[in-house]
């Protein structure tokens, strides 16, 4: 069976680093592309980037390009989001998700984390 | 860069038919997949189409998809709506590198 787990909720003060993380499991680790996907509660999904756990190729979404860096780990089978000085504004729910090809739709979601950001 | 834009809500009764559009600001929606997702509150999202028109395996086949070119915008059809359809429906498409998803139409079945 696959699985996305994805690490448990998070609080932060304003610029804290913070990781999150998502551990695949059920198929082959390699095979597909991971993306990142930003809800900001009461509103809308947002792609932030994506990355093939093969060779770390990874693309980001222009509004998330130098304010994240996502990342995957092929030993562990678990990919990575990554901020090195929280904002308010990046309080949200985080969504991991496995892609059936690299401009495919998503197939599997991770359950989500919850980022709360405040002093 | 281009923005999919979906109608903010709709409402229908059970038993009912409805459909919720998604509509591309430029390019051609033929040109590139467009995938359905369903997100019921406080859950993770489902995808419910994928490539246009294609159903993964669980989804009751109430859900369809479709491609309009002459109006660049794709539909979501729910036939014989049930109280559990009630949820978020956003739409999802690409171009160079680049992943949108529509605004979200949020179903209510009354």
């Known amino acids: 069976e696959v699985q996305l787990v994805q690490s448990g909720p998070e609080v932060k003060k304003p610029g804290e680093s913070l990781t999150i993380s998502c551990k695949a499991s059920g198929y082959r680790f390699t095979s597909y592309w991971i993306g990142w996907v930003r809800q900001v509660p009461g509103q809308g999904l947002e792609w932030m980037g994506v990355?093939?756990?093969?060779?770390?190729?990874?693309r980001y979404s222009p509004s998330f390009q130098g304010q994240v860096t996502v990342s995957a780990d092929r030993s562990f089978s678990s990919a990575s989001l990554q901020w090195s000085s929280l904002k308010a504004s990046d309080t949200a729910m985080y969504y991991c998700?496995?892609?059936?090809?690299?401009?495919?739709?998503?197939?599997?979601w991770g359950q989500g984390t919850l980022v709360t950001v405040s002093s | 860069n281009f923005m999919l834009t979906q109608p903010h809500s709709v409402s229908e009764s059970p038993g009912k038919t409805v459909t919720i559009s998604c509509t591309r600001s430029s390019g051609y929606i033929a040109s590139n997949y467009v995938h359905w997702y369903q997100q019921r509150p406080g859950s993770s999202p489902t995808t419910v189409i994928y490539e246009d028109n294609q159903r993964p395996s669980g989804v009751p086949d109430r859900f369809s998809g479709s491609i309009d070119s002459s109006s660049n915008s794709a539909s979501l059809t729910i036939s014989g709506l049930k109280t559990e359809d009630e949820a978020d429906y956003y739409c999802q498409s690409y171009d160079n590198y680049y992943r949108v998803f529509g605004g979200g139409t949020k179903l209510t079945v009354l």
């Open positions: 998700a496995r892609l059936m090809y690299f401009y495919g739709s998503v197939d599997y």
């Open positions: 990355i093939n756990p093969t060779d770390s190729d990874t």
